[in-house]
T-cell receptor
Framework: KQEVTQIPAALSVPEGENLVLNCSFT??????LQWFRQDPGKGLTSLLL?????REQTSGRLNASLDKSSGRSTLYIAASQPGDSATYLC????????????FGTGTQLKVEL | DAGITQSPRYKITETGRQVTLMCHQT?????MFWYRQDLGHGLRLIYY???????DKGEVSDGYVVSRSKTENFPLTLESATRSQTSVYFC????????????FGPGTRLTVL
């Protein structure tokens, strides 16, 4: 079964710290991997999309890497701020799966003053 | 306004009633999706559509029906609501799966009493 796992489920860090969120997936045959942000009671906002042929993508303080062979992706957040507090979701489009997104259960991040 | 909208945002209904959740997007995206989000399960795909009049089941489609007579609309109907269908429902769209970001609506919080 194609699955996506995110560890840790929750993370609390002081403001200014650099941090890494982890995502792992069970099948290396993927089209792409996406990182989303979800604020409480809100929808999902796409942060970064990495195609299967790419190794990383960057947007501002965010950097996402992809290692297909090991089935892993990381989201690096530099100089974290309280406004970064949210749930971060990793989602994979597996090939041969009808082009559907398979989501991890997310990492709930709290950045404290 | 351009984007993807869902209505209603909140709905309370009773067991056995029929409920329809609406989704509308203004980008003329080909693909549209319905997900439900539950604690402990993350987001799971209910149904998706590759184009008008083309729909297919996702992971948790039992008890749900969809239609797509127009590209911009993708309503989700609960034929006879059950308490297990209490959830937050998200609609999403994308131009082309496998390469493009999925854009999510704000969600509909449904409670079945």
């Amino acid at each position: 079964k194609q699955e996506v796992t995110q560890i840790p489920a929750a993370l609390s860090v002081p403001e200014g710290e650099n941090l890494v969120l982890n995502c792992s997936f069970t099948d290396s045959a993927i089209y792409n991997l996406q990182w989303f942000r979800q604020d409480p009671g809100k929808g999902l906002t796409s942060l970064l999309l990495i195609q299967s042929s790419q190794r990383e993508q960057t947007s501002g303080r965010l950097n996402a890497s992809l290692d297909k062979s090991s089935g892993r992706s990381t989201l690096y957040i530099a100089a974290s701020q309280p406004g970064d507090s949210a749930t971060y979701l990793c989602a994979v489009t597996f090939t041969g799966g009808g082009n559907k997104l398979t989501f991890g259960t997310g990492t709930q991040l709290k950045v404290e003053l | 306004d351009a984007g993807i909208t869902q209505s209603p945002r909140y709905k309370i209904t009773e067991t056995g009633r029929q409920v329809t959740l609406m989704c509308h997007q203004t980008w003329s995206h080909s693909y549209m999706f319905w997900y439900r989000q539950d604690l402990g399960h993350g987001l799971r795909l209910i149904y998706y559509s590759a184009a008008a009049d083309i729909t297919d089941k996702g992971e948790v489609s039992d008890g749900y029906v969809v239609s797509r007579s127009k590209t911009e609309n993708f309503p989700l109907t609960l034929e006879s609501a059950t308490r297990s269908q209490t959830s937050v429902y998200f609609c999403a769209s994308t131009h082309s799966t496998g390469t493009d970001t999925q854009y999510f609506g704000p969600g509909t919080r449904l409670t079945v009493l």
